[in-house]
């Protein structure tokens, strides 16, 4: 939302993800989608619907077994 990458790498340390953060410097996917926290995270269905929107970070772990749920 913003941030420089500077930031976004001591969020991600902060954390502990190990999955990819992305910037959104101009705010495309706040404005689009109404992110209002970060890190916010989208589980798109193989049919390209929204299956989940998680605010705030996830674990490894937590990811994949959201994900394994799609499969």
């Known amino acids: 939302m913003g ?4 930031v976004i790498h001591n969020v991600r340390r902060r954390t502990g993800v190990s999955y990819p953060l992305l ?3 101009l705010k495309i996917a706040a404005m689009h989608f109404g992110v ?6 989208f ?5 390209g619907t929204l299956v989940e ?4 970070p996830l ?4 990811l994949e077994a959201r994900v394994a749920r799609l499969l």
């Open 23 to 25: 910037a959104d410097r």
């Open 59 to 62: 674990s490894r772990a937590q």
């Open 36 to 41: 209002l926290a970060t890190p916010t995270s």
């Open 43 to 47: 589980l798109i269905g193989r049919d």
């Open 3 to 6: 941030q420089s990458n500077e």
């Open 53 to 56: 929107r998680i605010n705030g």
